[in-house]
């Protein structure tokens, strides 16, 4: 039996870094600045890594990981806006386009609310879409666990995607 492609979908991503001394901190695809950055494979971007994991989910299309393995040298180092954009393209050819994403950062240290906007034109523009289309919010762990220890930093991000054209 064939349905009806659903024209709205919805996925949940989450992200975890590790942060230590000396390292760049990247966060919705800028460079933000602090002694401390995340240890990754990549860039460490849990913002741009939790959303390709919310969008990638929406479509059915696995995980981060799946596709962009933190085992391939191809990968190291590499900016997630990269990742972003070609996940991007992996909708587009399914006929997703984004509706919205929601994005809630935990970061302890540094405090980043004035490099949201930044942060939402950078992702926007990656992603081809209006800024109004991306919410970050950010929040700290009031100095519980991990995050309040500022031993990592984490991403939680949701979207919604909207069936351009049917498969």
């Given at each position: 039996?064939?349905?009806?492609?659903?024209?709205?979908?919805?996925?949940?991503?989450?992200?975890?870094?590790?942060?230590?001394?000396?390292?760049?901190?990247?966060?919705?695809?800028?460079?933000?600045?602090?002694?401390?950055?995340?240890?990754?494979?990549?860039?460490?971007?849990?913002?741009?890594?939790?959303?390709?994991?919310?969008?990638?989910?929406?479509?059915?299309?696995?995980?981060?990981?799946?596709?962009?393995?933190?085992?391939?040298?191809?990968?190291?180092?590499?900016?997630?806006?990269?990742l972003l954009g070609q996940t991007m393209n992996m909708l587009r050819k399914k006929g997703y386009e984004l509706g919205n994403?929601?994005?809630?950062?935990?970061?302890?240290?540094?405090?980043?609310?004035?490099?949201?906007?930044?942060?939402?034109?950078?992702?926007?523009?990656?992603?081809?879409?209006?800024?109004?289309?991306?919410?970050?919010?950010?929040?700290?762990?009031?100095?519980?666990?991990?995050?309040?220890?500022?031993?990592?930093?984490?991403?939680?991000?949701?979207?919604?995607?909207?069936?351009?054209?049917?498969?």
């Amino acid at each position: 039996m064939t349905a009806n492609p659903i024209p709205f979908r919805t996925g949940n991503g989450y992200d975890v870094h590790r942060l230590a001394d000396g390292l760049e901190l990247w966060l919705g695809g800028i460079k933000v600045a602090h002694s401390k950055g995340a240890v990754a494979h990549s860039d460490g971007d849990v913002i741009i890594h939790a959303l390709c994991d919310a969008l990638l989910g929406a479509a059915n299309l696995r995980d981060i990981g799946y596709h962009f393995p933190d085992t391939s040298s191809e990968y190291k180092g590499i900016d997630s806006k990269i990742l972003l954009g070609q996940t991007m393209n992996m909708l587009r050819k399914k006929g997703y386009e984004l509706g919205n994403a929601d994005v809630v950062l935990c970061l302890q240290r540094p405090k980043v609310k004035d490099l949201i906007p930044a942060m939402q034109q950078c992702l926007a523009q990656t992603m081809q879409t209006d800024a109004d289309n991306i919410c970050i919010k950010a929040t700290t762990t009031e100095a519980l666990g991990f995050v309040g220890r500022e031993e990592g930093v984490a991403a939680y991000a949701t979207a919604l995607l909207v069936r351009t054209s049917c498969i």
